[in-house]
């Protein structure tokens, strides 16, 4: 189920920061009390390969998030035990130290499933009673969701397991959707901050086809 132009689901999770606080997070409202946008990004697993190079980029970039008054938040469905382990495992061996925003760990899968982001490809189910008697992997795709200060998801992006993401696309879109907001214009294919958007009906489009 898409959650583009829902409300992100209002649930709360265990977490873990770099200090080793275990504490509960809910997204939802950590946009809408701090009236700042989430950047929610899903990998697999902790001590894997893509993963640590996907939280170092968001880390490097988190400057550049907080400009665009949004907050990053990591997640898997590790414990928080896990996470802090990694968290204090150097970078040159494959760990994140360094990493600064809070990391969900859903060990129960709640959100997880409500997003519908688990790999269950290899889940077998008993044909008569419809039970589970193999679970899959119970591992998140690496999905992104960008939440606005309502608490509404504007963007739901999903990635299989070998495709890092690119950070730069995801200010990219937080740019643009602050543009909508500011300025009441959409944003045209290939857009970026600094180039002019176009008014959604015929006339802005035969306008900006024009001249484009």
């Not at 130290?97 to 809070?102: A, D, I, L, S």
């Amino acid at each position: 189920m898409a959650f583009v132009g829902k409300k992100f689901p209002n649930l709360n999770v265990d977490a873990m920061n770099e200090m080793g606080d275990t504490f509960k997070v809910n997204v939802l409202e950590e946009a809408i009390n701090n009236k700042k946008k989430v950047l929610l990004f899903w990998y697999p697993k902790d001590f894997t390969f893509v993963c640590p190079t996907e939280l170092h980029a968001f880390q490097e970039a988190l400057g550049e998030f907080e400009k665009r008054n949004t907050i990053v938040i990591g997640a898997s469905c590790d414990t928080p035990e896990v996470h802090f382990a990694w968290l204090n495992s150097p970078k040159d061996n494959g760990g994140i130290e360094g990493v600064t925003y809070p990391i969900l760990a859903d060990t129960n899968r709640n959100l997880a499933s409500t997003l519908g982001i688990l790999d269950i490809t290899n889940e077998e189910y008993d044909e008569e009673t419809g039970n589970v008697i193999l679970e899959g992997d119970n591992v998140t795709y690496r999905a992104t969701y960008i939440i606005d200060e309502e608490g509404t998801v504007v963007h739901e992006g999903i990635n299989h397991m070998p495709l890092g993401r690119n950070v730069n696309e995801f200010l990219r879109l937080i740019d643009a959707y602050t543009h909508v907001q500011k300025n009441g214009e959409v944003c045209p294919a290939n857009w970026e901050e600094g180039k002019e958007g176009m008014q959604a009906n015929r006339e802005g489009t035969a306008a900006y086809l024009a001249s484009h």
